[in-house]
C-alpha cells in the first residue's frame, strides 16, 4: 500500500524533529470527518510516533477505543440524597429536578404560565 502524503509528511517531521508552526500544519476538512479513524492508523502510531514511549501499550489501546470503566472507580459507597449505595454499579435512581429555595416561587409561577 502506497503511504498517502500527509503519512510522509509527518514521517519527515518526526525524523527531522522539525517545529511545525500554524501556517504549515496539515488539517482536515470536516466534511471528511470519520469517528474513531485515528485506530485506521494504529501501526503508524506504533511505529512513527510511538516506539520508544514507555506508555505505547496503553496508548496504542486507547487508539483502537476506550473503556470508560478503566477510568472510573470500580467500586461506589457511601450516600447521595438518602440513598445508601455499596456496590459496583449502583441501582439507577430518580430524582426530582433541583430548584434552590429562593427560586421556588419563580419556577412555579413560570411552568403555571407554561400550562
Given at each position: 500500500m502506497k503511504p498517502d502524503l500527509s503519512t510522509?509528511?509527518?514521517?519527515?517531521?518526526?525524523?527531522?524533529?522539525?517545529?511545525?508552526?500554524?501556517?504549515?500544519?496539515i488539517f482536515r476538512?470536516?466534511?471528511?470527518?470519520?469517528p474513531a479513524n485515528l485506530q485506521n492508523y494504529s501501526d503508524f502510531w506504533k511505529q512513527e510516533i510511538l516506539p520508544d514511549n514507555p506508555h505505547k501499550a496503553?496508548?496504542?489501546?486507547?487508539?483502537?477505543?476506550?473503556?470508560?470503566?478503566?477510568?472510573?472507580?470500580?467500586?461506589?459507597?457511601?450516600?447521595?440524597q438518602g440513598i445508601k449505595m455499596h456496590s459496583y454499579y449502583p441501582t439507577a435512581q430518580q430524582f426530582d429536578n433541583y430548584v434552590p429555595p429562593e427560586f421556588e416561587k419563580l419556577m412555579n409561577e413560570q411552568v403555571q404560565d407554561w400550562v
Open positions: 510522509i509528511y509527518y514521517k519527515k517531521i518526526l525524523s527531522e524533529n522539525l517545529t511545525v508552526g500554524i501556517g504549515e500544519a476538512d470536516e466534511n471528511l470527518f470519520i496503553n496508548l496504542l489501546k486507547w487508539i483502537k477505543g476506550v473503556r470508560l470503566e478503566e477510568f472510573l472507580s470500580s467500586f461506589t459507597e457511601g450516600e447521595f
